[in-house]
């Protein structure tokens, strides 16, 4: 049997957190671009979700493979580095979800 041996990619991370900052860009610069609100709302809320997943995903993979011994041993200044860029990424999600969410409250004419 093979052990779990969570993977921890900073690519992932920092393609999909570039996703979320582009979101916010488009959005701050050009809401135009992002069409009707409904739409605009319901690709922001979505994307965001998606953001977040991985960094929950990754907390989710620390507490509870490294007290069973299954997780491989890092330094701790890898670990805080690890959990910062987590903890921002999650913050580009959350960011991404707010913006989306206030899509549908603008009213259409």
């Known amino acids: 049997m093979t052990e779990y041996q969570p993977s921890r990619s900073l690519t992932r991370l920092g393609v999909v957190g570039a996703l979320g ?6 959005f701050g610069l050009h809401p135009e671009w992002l069409g009707r609100p409904v739409l605009a709302g319901s690709m922001g809320v979505l994307l ?5 997943s991985h960094p929950a995903a990754n907390t989710i993979d620390l507490l509870f493979y490294r ?4 997780f491989v041993e ?16 999650l913050l580009v999600g959350l960011m991404v979800i707010i913006i ?6 603008i009213p259409t004419h």
């Open 21 to 26: 900052i582009g979101y916010g860009l488009v």
């Open 100 to 105: 989306g969410a206030t899509r549908f409250s």
């Open 67 to 70: 007290h069973t011994g299954r």
């Open 48 to 52: 965001g979700l998606y953001i977040c």
């Open 74 to 89: 890092r330094s701790t200044q890898a670990e805080a580095f690890w959990l910062a860029l987590n903890l921002a990424v």
